[in-house]
Protein backbone atom coordinates (compact mmCIF):
# COMPACT_ATOMS: atom_id res chain seq x y z
CA UNK A 1 0.00 0.00 0.00
CA UNK A 2 1.51 3.67 -0.88
CA UNK A 3 2.48 5.54 2.56
CA UNK A 4 1.20 9.46 2.26
CA UNK A 5 1.66 11.96 5.03
CA UNK A 6 -1.03 14.46 6.15
CA UNK A 7 0.63 17.65 7.25
CA UNK A 8 -0.89 17.67 10.45
CA UNK A 9 -0.06 21.06 12.31
CA UNK A 10 -3.70 22.58 11.73
CA UNK A 11 -6.85 22.68 9.90
CA UNK A 12 -8.58 19.70 7.77
CA UNK A 13 -6.37 16.72 8.08
CA UNK A 14 -8.05 14.43 9.63
CA UNK A 15 -10.52 14.05 6.79
CA UNK A 16 -7.78 13.79 4.23
CA UNK A 17 -6.44 10.97 6.35
CA UNK A 18 -9.56 8.76 6.46
CA UNK A 19 -10.42 9.09 2.63
CA UNK A 20 -6.17 8.39 1.89
CA UNK A 21 -6.98 5.30 4.45
CA UNK A 22 -10.29 4.31 2.60
CA UNK A 23 -8.34 4.28 -0.11
CA UNK A 24 -6.22 1.98 1.08
CA UNK A 25 -3.46 4.29 1.94
CA UNK A 26 -1.15 4.10 4.96
CA UNK A 27 -1.46 7.37 6.20
CA UNK A 28 1.09 9.01 8.56
CA UNK A 29 -0.01 12.76 10.58
CA UNK A 30 3.18 14.93 9.42
CA UNK A 31 4.33 17.17 12.11
CA UNK A 32 8.11 16.89 12.65
CA UNK A 33 10.81 16.65 9.69
CA UNK A 34 11.29 13.01 10.39
CA UNK A 35 7.94 12.19 10.22
CA UNK A 36 8.52 12.26 6.31
CA UNK A 37 10.63 9.50 5.90
CA UNK A 38 9.77 6.03 3.59
CA UNK A 39 6.63 8.25 2.68
CA UNK A 40 5.84 8.83 -1.10
CA UNK A 41 3.37 12.06 -0.72
CA UNK A 42 2.07 14.60 1.15
CA UNK A 43 -1.39 16.65 1.58
CA UNK A 44 -1.23 19.95 2.92
CA UNK A 45 -4.78 20.29 4.07
CA UNK A 46 -6.96 23.50 4.16
CA UNK A 47 -7.08 25.78 7.31
CA UNK A 48 -5.41 28.69 7.96
CA UNK A 49 -2.46 29.66 5.58
CA UNK A 50 -0.93 32.04 7.80
CA UNK A 51 -0.86 29.53 10.72
CA UNK A 52 0.23 26.90 8.84
CA UNK A 53 3.09 28.46 8.00
CA UNK A 54 4.09 29.94 11.32
CA UNK A 55 4.27 26.44 12.62
CA UNK A 56 6.26 25.08 9.73
CA UNK A 57 8.85 27.36 10.92
CA UNK A 58 8.64 26.23 14.86
CA UNK A 59 8.70 22.84 13.33
CA UNK A 60 11.55 23.80 10.70
CA UNK A 61 9.83 22.02 7.78
CA UNK A 62 10.48 24.56 5.20
CA UNK A 63 13.49 22.66 3.61
CA UNK A 64 12.39 18.95 4.75
CA UNK A 65 9.53 19.50 2.74
CA UNK A 66 11.62 20.88 -0.41
CA UNK A 67 14.03 18.12 -0.29
CA UNK A 68 10.71 16.36 0.03
CA UNK A 69 9.76 17.11 -3.45
CA UNK A 70 13.55 17.37 -4.41
CA UNK A 71 13.88 13.68 -3.86
CA UNK A 72 10.24 12.32 -5.53
CA UNK A 73 7.67 13.12 -3.46
CA UNK A 74 4.50 14.02 -4.23
CA UNK A 75 3.04 16.71 -2.97
CA UNK A 76 -1.15 18.24 -3.10
CA UNK A 77 -2.19 20.93 -1.24
CA UNK A 78 -5.92 21.89 -0.75
CA UNK A 79 -7.02 25.69 -0.20
CA UNK A 80 -4.60 27.15 2.46
CA UNK A 81 -2.27 23.93 1.06
CA UNK A 82 -2.26 25.49 -1.94
CA UNK A 83 -1.37 28.56 -0.99
CA UNK A 84 1.50 27.05 1.08
CA UNK A 85 2.58 25.54 -2.65
CA UNK A 86 2.90 28.50 -4.46
CA UNK A 87 5.63 30.14 -5.73
CA UNK A 88 4.08 33.96 -5.55
CA UNK A 89 0.68 34.50 -2.70
CA UNK A 90 -1.47 37.93 -3.75
CA UNK A 91 -3.75 39.10 -0.48
CA UNK A 92 -1.78 38.43 2.49
CA UNK A 93 -2.73 40.70 5.28
CA UNK A 94 -0.85 43.81 6.08
CA UNK A 95 0.63 42.54 9.48
CA UNK A 96 2.57 40.63 6.89
CA UNK A 97 3.74 43.49 4.93
CA UNK A 98 1.40 42.36 2.28
CA UNK A 99 3.96 38.98 1.78
CA UNK A 100 3.57 35.27 2.63
CA UNK A 101 6.09 33.11 2.74
CA UNK A 102 5.76 29.87 0.16
CA UNK A 103 7.12 26.91 -0.49
CA UNK A 104 7.32 27.39 -4.32
CA UNK A 105 6.71 23.98 -5.24
CA UNK A 106 3.88 24.99 -7.93
CA UNK A 107 4.83 27.81 -10.76
CA UNK A 108 1.46 29.83 -9.63
CA UNK A 109 -0.11 32.93 -8.08
CA UNK A 110 -2.56 32.40 -5.83
CA UNK A 111 -4.61 35.39 -4.76
CA UNK A 112 -6.06 34.49 -0.67
CA UNK A 113 -9.84 34.99 -0.62
CA UNK A 114 -10.30 35.61 -3.61
CA UNK A 115 -14.14 34.38 -3.90
CA UNK A 116 -15.41 36.63 -0.66
CA UNK A 117 -15.14 36.22 3.06
CA UNK A 118 -16.36 33.34 4.93
CA UNK A 119 -20.23 33.80 4.02
CA UNK A 120 -18.69 33.52 0.67
CA UNK A 121 -17.91 29.88 0.76
CA UNK A 122 -20.27 27.74 -1.69
CA UNK A 123 -20.43 24.30 -3.16
CA UNK A 124 -20.56 23.98 -7.33
CA UNK A 125 -19.93 21.56 -9.53
CA UNK A 126 -16.24 21.20 -11.64
CA UNK A 127 -15.85 20.22 -14.96
CA UNK A 128 -12.11 18.68 -14.29
CA UNK A 129 -9.87 17.52 -17.05
CA UNK A 130 -9.41 13.77 -17.08
CA UNK A 131 -12.56 12.57 -15.04
CA UNK A 132 -15.96 11.83 -16.83
CA UNK A 133 -18.38 13.18 -14.64
CA UNK A 134 -18.61 16.93 -13.28
CA UNK A 135 -16.53 17.09 -9.26
CA UNK A 136 -18.50 18.31 -6.12
CA UNK A 137 -16.64 20.98 -5.02
CA UNK A 138 -16.73 23.19 -1.59
CA UNK A 139 -14.98 26.57 -1.60
CA UNK A 140 -14.37 28.05 1.89
CA UNK A 141 -12.81 31.72 1.69
CA UNK A 142 -11.24 30.10 -1.31
CA UNK A 143 -7.98 31.17 -3.21
CA UNK A 144 -8.03 31.51 -6.76
CA UNK A 145 -4.82 30.80 -8.84
CA UNK A 146 -4.42 33.89 -10.53
CA UNK A 147 -0.95 33.40 -12.49
CA UNK A 148 -0.03 29.98 -13.92
CA UNK A 149 3.29 29.41 -15.08
CA UNK A 150 4.59 27.26 -18.43
CA UNK A 151 4.93 24.07 -16.81
CA UNK A 152 1.72 24.29 -14.87
CA UNK A 153 -1.34 22.55 -16.31
CA UNK A 154 -5.26 24.06 -15.36
CA UNK A 155 -7.26 20.96 -14.94
CA UNK A 156 -10.58 23.06 -13.66
CA UNK A 157 -12.17 26.66 -13.70
CA UNK A 158 -14.61 28.18 -11.80
CA UNK A 159 -15.45 31.80 -12.69
CA UNK A 160 -12.84 32.37 -14.87
CA UNK A 161 -10.29 31.42 -12.20
CA UNK A 162 -8.42 28.28 -12.44
CA UNK A 163 -8.88 26.63 -9.27
CA UNK A 164 -7.01 22.99 -9.92
CA UNK A 165 -3.46 22.67 -11.06
CA UNK A 166 -0.99 20.43 -11.87
CA UNK A 167 2.66 20.27 -12.49
CA UNK A 168 4.47 17.04 -12.44
CA UNK A 169 4.14 15.03 -8.91
CA UNK A 170 2.26 18.63 -7.36
CA UNK A 171 -1.22 18.73 -7.44
CA UNK A 172 -3.14 21.99 -5.90
CA UNK A 173 -6.93 22.95 -5.63
CA UNK A 174 -8.25 26.07 -3.97
CA UNK A 175 -11.32 23.58 -3.04
CA UNK A 176 -11.83 20.69 0.18
CA UNK A 177 -12.18 17.77 -2.23
CA UNK A 178 -12.10 15.96 1.41
CA UNK A 179 -15.56 17.27 2.63
CA UNK A 180 -17.32 15.70 -0.01
CA UNK A 181 -18.23 11.85 -0.81
CA UNK A 182 -16.01 11.66 -4.38
CA UNK A 183 -12.86 9.87 -4.01
CA UNK A 184 -11.77 10.51 -8.06
CA UNK A 185 -9.35 13.51 -6.74
CA UNK A 186 -7.72 11.51 -4.00
CA UNK A 187 -7.89 8.54 -6.34
CA UNK A 188 -5.53 10.57 -9.04
CA UNK A 189 -3.17 11.40 -6.09
CA UNK A 190 -2.22 7.96 -4.96
CA UNK A 191 -1.21 7.69 -8.47
CA UNK A 192 0.57 9.98 -8.49
CA UNK A 193 2.56 9.29 -5.58
CA UNK A 194 2.66 5.06 -6.94
CA UNK A 195 4.39 7.45 -10.13
CA UNK A 196 1.24 5.29 -11.90
CA UNK A 197 -0.15 8.63 -13.61
CA UNK A 198 2.28 10.25 -16.33
CA UNK A 199 4.29 13.21 -15.54
CA UNK A 200 3.19 16.47 -17.46
N1 LIG B 1 -8.42 31.66 3.51
C1 LIG B 1 -7.53 30.65 4.03
C2 LIG B 1 -6.08 31.11 3.89
O1 LIG B 1 -5.81 32.01 3.17
C3 LIG B 1 -7.71 29.34 3.32
C4 LIG B 1 -9.08 28.79 3.61
C5 LIG B 1 -9.15 27.30 3.55
O2 LIG B 1 -8.15 26.59 3.60
N2 LIG B 1 -10.35 26.78 3.52
O3 LIG B 1 -5.22 30.54 4.49
Same mark, same amino acid.
Given at each position: ????????????? %??????????????????????????????????????????????????????????????????????????????????????????????????????????????????? %???????????? %????????????????????????????????????????????????????????????
Amino acid at each position: APRVGVLALQGAF %REHRHRLESLGARVTEVRLPTDLAGLGGLILPGGESTTMARLMDEYDLWDPMRDFHASGGALWGTCAGAILLAREVEGAPPQFGGRQRSLGLLDLTVRRNAFGRQVDSFQTSLDV %RGLGAPFPAVFI %RAPAFTGVGEGTAVLATHAGAAVLARQGRVLASAFHPELTGDARLHRLFLGLVQEAVPAL
